[in-house]
């Protein structure tokens, strides 16, 4: 099994639409968890973190953890072309500062 | 504003060649790591360094050695470079404690002929 897993995609959303992205991780020890996206040819960039059980909401961008259910995802609203790029899933490994990511879901959102 | 600077942006290497990546860090942050990027893959951790002379394997650390004599500095080096190195090498740096946040260098594009 993955230490972090992601459904590869694409997805495919249309503008306006709400995508929602998701991830599973494996080590109940894990206490942070982010989501990058990465922009073709581009390195990834820090779009969310959260650190708790529930909602964290910043501007269009939603991240949601369930640490019973070793689940964290990404609502992303009002989904706009730009939008269109793999996210990435990360999660810090056994309590440390080592850093996992998951293999990236392509979300394409068209006009 | 931080930053994060590989020194080559792509470098073309020839097979058996002893190839250095550098990347330096201007935030003062105690861990760094390397990772390469493969399509369908992922970014796979290679090694990892919490401290000055301190180094961590990751994932996939076969074929790879990596020295971080100063905090600021880590480098990746591939000791016999082969075909199957050919990657995306992605270095980044996190400051430790609460701030989590991972920022990356701008890449290096290995092609091993």
């Given at each position: 099994q993955k230490e972090v897993e992601q459904n590869s995609?694409?997805?495919?959303?249309p503008e306006g639409a709400i995508a929602s992205l998701n991830c599973t991780y494996s080590d109940r020890v894990s206490q942070s968890f982010f989501w990058y996206r990465q922009y073709s040819g581009k390195s990834p960039e820090l779009i969310?973190?959260?650190?708790?059980?529930?909602?964290?909401?910043?501007?269009?961008?939603?991240?949601?953890?369930?640490?019973?259910?070793?689940?964290?995802?990404?609502?992303?609203?009002?989904?706009?072309?730009?939008?269109?790029?793999?996210?990435?899933?990360?999660v810090n490994s056994g309590g440390t500062d080592k850093l996992i990511f998951g293999t990236g879901t392509r979300l394409q959102v068209f006009p | 504003d931080v930053k994060v600077t590989q020194s080559s942006r792509y470098l073309v290497k020839r097979t058996g060649e002893k190839v250095f990546?550098?990347?330096?860090?201007?935030?003062?942050?105690?861990?760094?790591?390397?990772?390469?990027q493969d399509p369908g893959l992922g970014l796979r951790l290679i090694y990892f360094s919490y401290d000055v002379k301190m180094k961590e394997k990751g994932d996939i650390p076969e074929g790879y050695s990596v020295s971080r004599e100063?905090?600021?500095?880590?480098?990746?080096?591939?000791?016999?470079?082969?075909?199957?190195?050919t990657s995306m090498y992605?270095?980044?740096?996190?400051g430790g404690g609460m701030n989590t946040e991972a920022f990356f260098g701008q890449g290096t594009r290995l092609t091993v002929v």
């Open positions: 995609g694409p997805l495919s959303v969310m973190s959260i650190y708790s059980n529930g909602d964290k909401e910043d501007g269009r961008f939603t991240a949601q953890l369930n640490k019973a259910s070793q689940y964290v995802s990404l609502l992303i609203r009002d989904s706009q072309p730009s939008d269109s790029a793999t996210y990435l899933c990360a | 990546l550098e990347c330096v860090q201007d935030m003062d942050h105690e861990n760094m790591f390397w990772y390469r100063k905090k600021e500095r880590f480098s990746l080096i591939l000791e016999s470079a082969s075909t199957n190195q992605l270095c980044a740096s996190i």
